[in-house]
Structures are given as structure tokens and as C-alpha cells.
């Protein structure tokens, strides 16, 4: 497997992006709680990410709401059940903990959805940020829960206002 990455900047900071065989595989903050090593991210190149950047540029701006690119996602067969959920997700709306282990059939699961959620690789792509806890509140976010909030304000009606009043 052929792994490459790029920096890009963004309302959040600095973004990581990782792509294994051409397709996305991380996107990581400059915190992010979860992320692998550097050395694993492979040599710097910007050629397999301009389809990345331009979304990614877009869904800041408030003008894409669905992305559209080829992911690579490494996890355990739970896991990536977990994150394919995650993307139907509708923007602008967040499922509970709980909510999300239902609609993968496992209703007593909510823990276990949330170990997985906070190992999504590929924030934002990924929707991580649209899960919240039972009664709403903000919790556990890998990019740290400041940017958490910053992301739902984008999807929840603020999509309008300039980036920089979000950010």
C-alpha cells in the first residue's frame, strides 16, 4: 500500500490528510486525540488531494454538504460499520450515541459506538461531529469538542454567515 499526505489550512487549523492507494484515509487536526504517526503517513504529495482540498474548501465556505471521494477506511469489521452509519448522517442533524447503535441493530451498543466514532479516521468527511449524547450535549470529539461546536454551527443554519464569524 502506497500511503502519501499533504497539510492543508483550514478554519479549524491545519489539517493532516492522509490518502492510502489514492484514496482519503485521514483527515487529522492538529490535536486529534487519535492520531498515528507521522512516519505512517508516507511522503509529502500533493497530487493525490486536489479533489480533497476543493471539498473540503467548499464545505467550509457552506457550499457542499455531501462529499464526494474515494475513502480507504482501516478498521475492525464494527468500526467501519460504525463510520458508514455516520455518513447517512444528513447535515445539519445529529444522532445520539444511542441513536446510532440502533440503527446498526444493536440498540445496547452505545458505548461500543462510541469508541468507534472517536477512531473515525477521516474526520469531517466522516461525519464524527454529528453524534452527540443522549440529551444533546456536546461530548467527546477526536479534533477536540471547541471544533466540534464550530462544525455543528456550520451545518446548523449558520452556513450563511462568513467563515471567519464561525471560526
Not at 502506497?2 to 484514496?23: C, K, N, Q
Not at 474548501?57 to 460499520?81: K, N, S
Request: aromatic share 8%; charged share 20%.
Amino acid at each position: 500500500m502506497e500511503h502519501r499526505h499533504t497539510l492543508m489550512d483550514s478554519p479549524l487549523g491545519p489539517l493532516t490528510l492522509v490518502a492510502t492507494d489514492g484514496a482519503l484515509s485521514g483527515v487529522y487536526m492538529v490535536s486529534h486525540r487519535h492520531m498515528p504517526p507521522a512516519e505512517t503517513f508516507g511522503a509529502r504529495s500533493d497530487r493525490p488531494f486536489a479533489a480533497v482540498v476543493e471539498q473540503l474548501e467548499a464545505y467550509f465556505r457552506g457550499e457542499l454538504r455531501d462529499f464526494d471521494l474515494p475513502v480507504h477506511l482501516a478498521g475492525t469489521d464494527f468500526q467501519r460499520r460504525v463510520w458508514s452509519e455516520l455518513t447517512r448522517i444528513p447535515y445539519g442533524q445529529t444522532r445520539s450515541y444511542g441513536q446510532l447503535a440502533a440503527a446498526l441493530g444493536q440498540p445496547g451498543a452505545s458505548r461500543a459506538v462510541g469508541l468507534a466514532n472517536g477512531r473515525n479516521p477521516v474526520s469531517i468527511v466522516v461525519p464524527c461531529h454529528r453524534v452527540v449524547g443522549s440529551t444533546g450535549s456536546l461530548t467527546g470529539y477526536g479534533g477536540g469538542l471547541a471544533n466540534k461546536q464550530r462544525l455543528l454551527a456550520l451545518e446548523s443554519g449558520h452556513a450563511d454567515a462568513p467563515a471567519d464569524a464561525l471560526f
